[in-house]
């Protein structure tokens, strides 16, 4: 027989008969109104389970992963304010039942059935996704996640904190509120989890202000696989800067309890907190999942005999707060509802078209009050003497420097985070002086931990600061990359634009360092950044490029919501001269604060009609040298700078090799997973008649003299146009 059937078998047959599980009597102030409005968000939790699966056999749902046996979560929310952010493990339905109650939203139900049935009504992701989440009751919306979702819920925390003393203009957290966050027993394993916990307790032990409440809902098994018994404790218990509270998650009494005792703790002390909460789990993982085919049936049905709605039932009785028979009724009465209101449901629109699907991958325009750029008089306060050396050409490094400087004078709620971004001022210099010119609580040095600075970075941004972190070297965005993916690109398009995470990502990278890192520093792949639906990908190649393309980046951030990462080339830094040692054709002037280059826009150097070169970063520097030597040879070239990588822009593009016979396209990119591809397949599909591309080898970089030797080189382009021109090459 199915589990849910005996499940539901048992409820009403040892209900009727007040044949409860045992368990201690009631504890804590609970009122007798608040728990049996406890037990019906309860119920409701369990009654919208029975029903995704009745409307995933009838083909109107689509999703089975229920909260079965964590519905002790509803005290929890009993526990904290409706405006306490929580970002929600998915097994949590009765915790966001609960909050609407407590806020007095109605509707539920009917919310919960449109996000199982994918309808375009679904007001959390407009059909996009089963997810809980609401934006009125403060659940930015989670999928199914493996604690990608916990470094944003620290994030969030700290926000809380910088907030009361830097109010961001977009700012939706109260002062005195704290971060919620829930996950299970197996995730707590996951590198994220324990990279996010250890962040939480190293910020908690050196004073930093952290309100932030883990809870994990430890059932004992992730899908088919066991938690070792004990283990959460003991791993979780002694943690350094972290207050370890326990609770009997079936128990909504004791849950309420120590929850109350757990936030009051945050919320005062502003320090973390660990609940954890002892659950099961009822009717396996998902609808597909049989338990009893890995698991004992003996053990399958312990888990069914502690029933938490049994729990809840024996603890209102005995308290003499409802009869066993009004509870029944309660039962009975909620399964009906939702049967009819899945009726209704499964008759509304689905998303139907790409169109349908992709409204909301760009998130929506933020109003923002107008700013006029920095204040000439700060400037000269904060820069002293280094105004009169704007005046001279320089490099890169000095330029973005300069930049980043005006940007936080320009934008109060803009932050920097990072390895090293503050008393050391980054590896290169490129954010030197900027925490002792603006506080380290806006230039934040963070521990060495790639997936928690991006999770940092997310979460500020929940609470309307502008975060621009930084990742160290480009490979070691890979083991955080889905902070990225996951994260922060994925929540527009899951809440129907009505959450975003904007902020700009600083990431050096690409080749060409001589003598230095090897691959590990001079990374050229960028494949993993480009396929993300609504990420803006920008490489720089000169100075007063950066400089404006990094403006832009933070406008669009701000203004736009978007996600931006921002890849500078590291070899192009201290990059002075071009054809000549001393000529210092690389370096250009610092541009005037209100100056930007626009998204969609690229960079014309010539206008030879022989031979277009389109190319970016360290590419650019090389073709530029190239078209000096193809020029003695009478061909003549204009190079083409794309500047943004993602999304292409196709249209500046088009009006840039317009009059050219011929398209080189340069990538310092490997030749597989590069830009060059998308560059092949857009010049084919426009029909231009000649076209080839040179690109760097599918190879990761050496270390030492052949540090290039993988890459392409001014040489190398200058073969490859002439052959090209001259119809060796196509």
């Known amino acids: 027989m199915d589990r849910v059937q005996i499940v539901h078998d048992n409820f009403l047959a040892r209900l009727a008969a007040e044949d409860f599980p045992e368990g201690h009597a009631t504890r804590g102030a609970l009122s007798a109104d608040a728990a049996l409005d406890l037990f019906k968000a309860q119920v409701l939790s369990r009654a919208l389970d029975i029903e995704s699966r009745a409307m995933q056999r009838a083909g109107q749902g689509y999703y089975t992963i229920g909260s079965s046996g964590h519905e002790g979560m509803a005290a929890?929310?009993?526990?904290?304010?409706?405006?306490?952010?929580?970002?929600?493990?998915?097994?949590?339905?009765?915790?966001?039942?609960?909050?609407?109650?407590?806020?007095?939203?109605?509707?539920?139900?009917?919310?919960?059935?449109?996000?199982?049935?994918?309808?375009?009504?679904?007001?959390?992701?407009?059909?996009?996704?089963?997810?809980?989440?609401s934006r009125p009751l403060m659940i930015p919306p989670q999928t199914s996640t493996i604690a990608s979702h916990l470094p944003k819920a620290m994030g969030a925390a700290y926000s809380i904190?910088?907030?009361?003393?830097?109010?961001?203009?977009?700012?939706?957290?109260?002062?005195?509120?704290?971060?919620?966050?829930?996950?299970?027993?197996?995730?707590?394993?996951?590198?994220?989890?324990?990279?996010?916990?250890?962040?939480?307790?190293?910020?908690?032990?050196?004073?930093?202000?952290?309100?932030?409440?883990?809870i994990c809902e430890d059932n004992g098994i992730g899908i088919s696989t066991k938690t070792p018994n004990g283990w959460i404790k003991s791993s979780m218990q002694y943690r350094a800067g972290i207050r370890y509270f326990e609770a009997d998650g079936l128990d909504i009494f004791d849950t309420f309890a120590v929850?109350?005792?757990?936030?009051?703790?945050?919320?005062?002390?502003?320090?973390?907190?660990?609940?954890?909460?002892k659950t099961v789990r009822l009717y396996g993982h998902a609808g597909a999942d049989v338990a009893t085919s890995y698991l004992p049936r003996a053990e399958v049905e312990a888990d069914e005999a502690n029933d938490p709605l049994l729990h809840s039932a024996r603890l209102l009785v005995a308290a003499n707060m409802a009869t066993a028979d009004a509870l029944l009724q309660i039962y009975l009465h909620t399964l009906e509802a939702v049967k009819i209101e899945a009726q209704s449901v499964a008759k509304r629109p689905h998303l139907a078209t790409a169109q349908d699907v992709m409204a909301s991958i760009v998130p929506p325009l933020r109003v923002s009050a107008p700013r006029n750029g920095p204040d000439p008089e700060e400037r000269k306060t904060v820069f002293g003497a280094e105004m009169a050396q704007m005046e001279a050409p320089q490099p890169m490094s000095r330029i973005l420097n300069w930049a980043l400087h005006d940007l936080m004078l320009a934008h109060p709620e803009t932050l920097i985070m990072g390895e090293d971004v503050g008393r050391k001022g980054g590896v290169y210099g490129v954010t030197q002086k900027l925490q002792s010119r603006f506080g380290p609580d806006r230039v934040i040095d963070t521990l060495l931990d790639e997936q928690s600075i991006l999770g940092l970075a997310i979460g500020m941004a929940h609470n309307g600061f502008v975060p621009m972190p930084e990742i160290q070297f480009l490979a070691y965005l890979h083991n955080a990359e889905d902070q990225l993916r996951g994260e922060a690109a994925t929540l527009p398009f899951f809440s129907a634009g009505q959450w975003a995470n904007p902020m700009v990502l600083r990431i050096a990278g690409l080749g060409y360092q001589k003598g230095f890192g090897g691959h590990f520093h001079n990374d050229n792949s960028l494949a993993v950044l480009r396929d993300i639906p609504g990420l803006i990908l920008a490489c720089p190649s000169t100075g007063t490029e950066a400089a404006q393309m990094l403006r832009e980046c933070h406008r669009l951030s701000r203004d736009e919501q978007r996600v931006c990462v921002f890849v500078e080339p590291i070899a192009l830094y201290p990059m002075r001269d071009l054809h000549s040692k001393g000529d210092a054709g690389w370096m250009t002037q610092y541009p005037d604060p209100d100056r930007t280059i626009s998204l969609g826009s690229v960079g014309l150097h010539g206008d030879g009609t022989d031979l277009a070169i389109i190319t970016y970063g360290n590419g650019h520097y090389l073709s530029r040298q190239a078209q000096k030597h193809l020029a003695v040879e009478g061909i003549d070239a204009r190079v083409i700078d794309l500047r943004w990588l993602a999304p292409l822009p196709e249209n500046a593009l088009l009006d840039a090799i317009k009059g050219t016979d011929n398209v080189l396209i340069v990538d310092e990119c490997r030749r597989t997973g590069g830009q060059s591809e998308a560059l092949m397949a857009w010049m084919a599909e426009i029909g231009h008649d000649s076209y080839a591309r040179l690109t760097a080898e599918d190879s990761f970089i050496a270390t030492g003299p052949a540090y290039a030797a993988t890459l392409p080189s001014c040489d190398g382009i200058v073969a490859a146009a002439r052959g090209l021109v001259r119809g060796a090459v196509r």
């Open 161 to 214: 904190g910088l907030a009361r003393r830097r109010a961001p203009e977009h700012k939706i957290l109260p002062r005195d509120g704290l971060a919620m966050v829930s996950f299970g027993d197996a995730s707590a394993n996951h590198s994220t989890a324990q990279g996010m916990i250890n962040a939480a307790g190293w910020t908690s032990v050196q004073g930093g202000p952290l309100p932030l409440l883990m």
């Open 259 to 277: 929850a109350s005792e757990a936030a009051e703790f945050t919320r005062t002390k502003r320090k973390p907190a660990f609940l954890h909460l």
């Open 76 to 133: 929890v929310a009993h526990a904290l304010r409706p405006d306490d952010i929580a970002f929600l493990h998915y097994r949590d339905a009765a915790f966001q039942i609960a909050r609407a109650a407590q806020a007095g939203q109605d509707g539920m139900m009917r919310d919960m059935l449109l996000s199982f049935a994918c309808s375009a009504e679904d007001p959390t992701s407009g059909g996009r996704h089963k997810v809980l989440g």
